[in-house]
């Protein structure tokens, strides 16, 4: 049974940083791109950023281009989003996702997803 269990959420003012992290555990993840997506309340879900299995393409919204970013440890089968400058309408819950073969932006192909992190950011 494949698990993505996502870690780090919380509640910081508007400028801070908060490090997101998302341990894959149930098969070997071997060429799986792995991301993040997150839904605000009253909204759709949102393309985040993905990574490639080997983390040398990587892909961001337009709204957190400059100020996330993300990577992976392999050996840790561990994915993470660095968010910094961080805004109130960053505030949603952010799921991780992994696809074999993707890591793009669509989120009707990825075939796993965690159960998400709250993530607070006040005014």
């Known amino acids: 049974q494949v698990q993505l269990v996502e870690s780090g959420g919380g509640l910081v003012q508007a400028g801070e940083s908060l490090r997101l992290s998302c341990a894959a555990s149930g098969r070997t993840f071997s060429n799986y791109g792995m991301g993040w997506f997150r839904q605000a309340p009253g909204k759709e879900r949102e393309f985040v950023a993905a990574?490639?299995?080997?983390?040398?393409?990587?892909n961001y919204g337009d709204s957190v281009k400059g100020r996330f970013t993300i990577s992976r440890d392999n050996a840790k089968n561990t994915v993470y989003l660095q968010m910094n400058s961080l805004k109130p309408e960053d505030t949603a819950v952010y799921c991780c996702?992994?696809?074999?073969?993707?890591?793009?932006?669509?989120?009707?192909?990825?075939?796993?997803w965690g159960q998400g992190t709250q993530v607070t950011v006040s005014s």
């Open positions: 996702v992994a696809k074999d073969n993707y890591w793009g932006p669509d989120k009707r192909l990825y075939s796993f």
């Open positions: 990574i490639s299995w080997g983390g040398s393409i990587t």
